[in-house]
């Protein structure tokens, strides 16, 4: 199973967050998972400008890597979001990414898919972060296994280290799972049904300005 490891820290697989991410990955490649880690800072990941083209034509003509990491999304069994917590919420190169989402997200294009959230934090907070992360995985159409997240107490180093490495090494495996199981989130239902009627609704009242939106979702049914 290919899974998909999006880290939004500047710093890369080098900070707390890559720290901690490390974890989640070796409980994926106990399972048997192929790991493929991007850093959306080395990414290059710019804001959008609102051009509207992704809406049009299903494509960002943006000059970055955001294209071929839509592709790894679109293409992956399951997708893990990584960021630090940055002045109550993730990173700047993470909300650059989830903006750049908007397309996928007016299709809801990862339905079927799965994720699991990973976070850091300098003092707390982590909760709301990790709840943001998994509203907007909502959005984008997958089901959340699990997340993990933790203030640091030094650099790459956290309180309960070895309780909290157990479990980001249990959250790799049950994400594993749910994608080999085909796991099922009953209490995450009502969200993505109601989230998708909107759906529907924006991209129809928009279909004369959204061609490739309306046919996506004319295909689907």
Known sequence: MKILALIGSPRGMQGN????LEEVLA???????????VSLAQAGMQPCVACDACHRTGICPLPDDYESIKEQLLGCDAFILASPNYIFSVT?????????????IHCMALDG???ALVETSGSGGDDEVLAYMAHVAGTLGALTVGSVGSPQAGVRTFPNED???????????????????????????????????????????????????????????
Do not use: I, S
Request: net charge positive; with cysteine.
């Open 17 to 20: 967050t890559g720290r901690l």
């Open 27 to 37: 409980g994926v490649h106990a399972e048997g998972g192929e790991v493929e880690v």
């Open 92 to 104: 700047a190169q993470m909300k650059a990414f989830f903006d750049r989402c908007n397309g996928l």
């Open 113 to 115: 898919k799965y994720t």
């Open 163 to 221: 309780e909290l490495y157990g479990r980001a090494r249990e959250l790799g495996r049950a994400l594993c799972a749910a994608v080999r199981e085909k796991r099922e989130f009953p209490e995450q239902d009502a969200f993505r049904q109601a989230f998708r009627a909107r759906m529907q609704g924006v991209v129809g009242y928009m279909q004369e300005y959204w061609p490739f939106e309306r046919e996506y979702w004319r295909n689907k049914g």
